[in-house]
């Protein structure tokens, strides 16, 4: 059975801070990884999506990396800001598609101004 | 664009009873889920289709029905509510293929048994 760590569990960082988001998992057959943002009450965004073929993706500030070998993802975020603070979720997805993803805790961040 | 929409968007049942979330999109996604989301756990996949007609069990399907009679809808049921179905209910839906698209999700569906 997959399983999707993430830790921390809470970072608190300064603004303009460069920071690292980590997320680990059992299984190394995924079909893709993908990182999401929730902010409190609100639903999932999709902030990216890293093929398992794919070594990293970048969007903006953020880049996410993923070490399929050692069950491995890292979410960069350059010059944090407030807005960034949310909770980030990653989730990795089996077979052949993204009706079965199987997600970690999430880690809640918070950047003070 | 409306995407995946979620109704209601909150809930409180008596034990016991029944209902209904409703889950729609307009992406016309194949692929369609539910999961739910309790504090310390993550999201866990309750139900899931592929495509209209076809459905199947996810890690935490007890309780719960779904059918899928068109591609847009996605209703998940619950058979007689139970305290411990408590929880933040999100659907999602995602394309079929492709280079690997991103799911989508609802604005989620916050439910109290009492």
């Known amino acids: 059975k997959q399983e999707v760590t993430q830790i921390p569990a809470a970072l608190s960082v300064p603004e303009g801070e460069n920071l690292v988001l980590n997320c680990s998992f059992t299984?190394?057959?995924?079909?893709?990884l993908q990182w999401f943002r929730q902010d409190p009450g609100k639903g999932l965004t999709s902030l990216l999506l890293?093929?398992?073929?794919?070594r990293e993706q970048t969007s903006g500030r953020l880049n996410a990396s993923l070490d399929k070998s050692s069950g491995r993802s890292t979410l960069y975020i350059a010059a944090s800001q407030p807005g960034d603070s949310a909770t980030y979720l990653c989730a990795v997805a089996a077979g052949f598609g993204n009706e079965k993803l199987t997600f970690g805790t999430g880690t809640r961040l918070t950047i003070i101004p | 664009n409306a995407g995946v929409t979620q109704t209601p968007k909150f809930q409180v049942l008596k034990t016991g009873q029944s209902m209904t979330l409703q889950c729609a999109q307009d992406?016309?996604?194949?692929?369609m889920s539910w999961y739910r989301q309790d504090p310390g756990m993550g999201l866990r996949l309750i139900h899931y289709?592929?495509?209209?007609?076809?459905?199947d069990q996810g890690e935490v399907p007890n309780g719960y029905n779904v059918s899928r009679s068109t591609t847009e809808d996605f209703p998940l049921r619950l058979l007689s509510a139970a305290p411990s179905q408590t929880s933040v209910y999100f659907c999602?839906?995602?394309?079929?293929?492709?280079?690997?698209?991103?799911?989508?999700f609802g604005q989620g569906t916050r439910l109290t048994v009492v």
């Open positions: 289709s592929v495509g209209a007609g076809i459905t």
């Open positions: 992406m016309n996604h194949e692929y």
């Open positions: 890293i093929q398992s073929s794919q």
């Open positions: 299984d190394s057959a995924i079909y893709n």
């Open positions: 999602a839906s995602s394309a079929l293929g492709g280079p690997g698209p991103e799911a989508f």
